[in-house]
Every structure is written in C-alpha cells, then in structure tokens.
C-alpha cells in the first residue's frame, strides 16, 4: 500500500507486490503472512519521501498488524532479503522518481456528440476515467501517450493521434522539453503509462460510460 504526495490530501491504496511498484518519493506497507502462522508488518521509506507521510503510513502499518506478527520500519536501502523482498517476489530495480504526479495531465479525446471535442479530465483522474469507446492523451512530462480504446472510432483514432502531435508540438514552441508520441492500446499498458494512474488495477477491464 503505497502512500503518494501529489495530492492536498492522503492516498493510501493498493498495488502490485512486485518491486516495480516501488518508489523512492512514496511510502509502502508491506505485509508478510508466514505459512506457519504469523508474519510481518514492514513500513518502508523512499528515501524521497516526506517524514509526514511515513509517519501516517507507519500509523497504517501499525493498524494492520495482529497479535502474531511482527512489525519493522524500513528506510529505503536497509531491506532483508530474508521476508521483505521474498514478499515482493525478488529483489529487482524499480522507479526512484515521481516527477509525473505532478505534471501528468489526462485528455479525452471522443466525437459522442457528432463532433471531435478534446476535454481535460480533473487532477485527481483514475483509470475508470479511461472510456473504451474513446481516445484519451496522457501526458506524463516525459511522454505523451495516445491510449486508444477497442471500440474507439476510425475518426477518434485518427483525430485523437492528431491532437497529440498538435499538444506536443505546443509544448516543444512554449520552450518545454520535447515529448515523445507514444501509441497505447487498450489492456497492454506498460508501466510508464500505469504508473501516472493511482492504484492500477492489471486485469481492470477498461470503463464503457
């Protein structure tokens, strides 16, 4: 359960139990059952992460302990091997940056109405935001994704890609740093993409409005 900062107010939700869902600028609870019975209850530190945050995090961590499992606070850089990084499936590398959550920006591109419209979604966007009959545009400060829907239209593809070339380039003339285009489909998002979204769901089917 990692805790982010991007937000005037406190996320907590659930993730993957894989390394890749680390980062550096958030704080986790990582729960641990033991076959036997018992377990273990880790609160970890990114080391970018603010002492705020870990100590509502470690609040949570305290609140899912029971009777027979054990508790430890981990800064980031000071796991065992032993029971944190078996829980996650193996140590592996993971992001050691969170610049997206302050920039990422969601568009939805559709033509439900009879006309091609391109609409901004709030700050606080979700993957249910994500219509399968439309085309939406992630900017992740890095990339700008085109994430195209099954259903999606011949014209909201087509027009859809367009308006992310024309948002780019935007940028690029403002003095921005240049943005990749990067095409996305529907159910084969990769973790770049994912990663901008709050509490990704892998086998969430995408939303029909």
């Known amino acids: 359960f990692p805790l982010p900062f991007s937000l005037p107010f406190s996320l907590l939700f659930q993730v993957p139990c894989v390394p890749s869902s680390l980062n550096s600028e958030f704080c986790y609870v990582l729960r641990v059952p033991f076959q036997n019975g018992g377990g273990i209850v ?7 992460a603010s002492k705020h945050h870990f100590s509502l995090i470690e609040d949570v961590a305290k609140s899912l302990r029971e009777e027979d499992f054990a508790f430890q606070v981990i800064p980031e850089g000071k796991e065992p091997e032993n029971f944190f990084w078996v829980g996650l499936g193996g140590r592996a590398d993971y992001p050691r940056d969170a610049g997206y959550m302050h920039m990422s920006r969601l568009f939805r591109c559709s033509n439900d109405k009879g006309f091609f419209s391109v609409s901004e979604k709030c700050a606080d966007y979700c993957q249910d935001d994500l219509a399968d ?77």
Request: net charge positive.
């Open 133 to 209: 009959d439309d085309v939406m545009i992630l900017d992740s400060g890095k990339e700008v994704f085109v994430w195209v829907g099954s259903q999606a239209s011949d014209v909201e593809r087509k027009l859809g890609a367009k308006s992310a070339q024309v948002y780019s380039n935007y940028w690029l003339e403002q003095g921005g740093s240049k943005r990749a285009l990067r095409l996305v489909h529907s159910a084969k998002e990769p973790l770049e993409f994912t990663s901008c979204f709050h509490g990704w769901a892998v086998r969430k089917k995408s939303k029909m409005p």
């Open 42 to 48: 880790y609160a970890w530190q990114g080391s970018k």
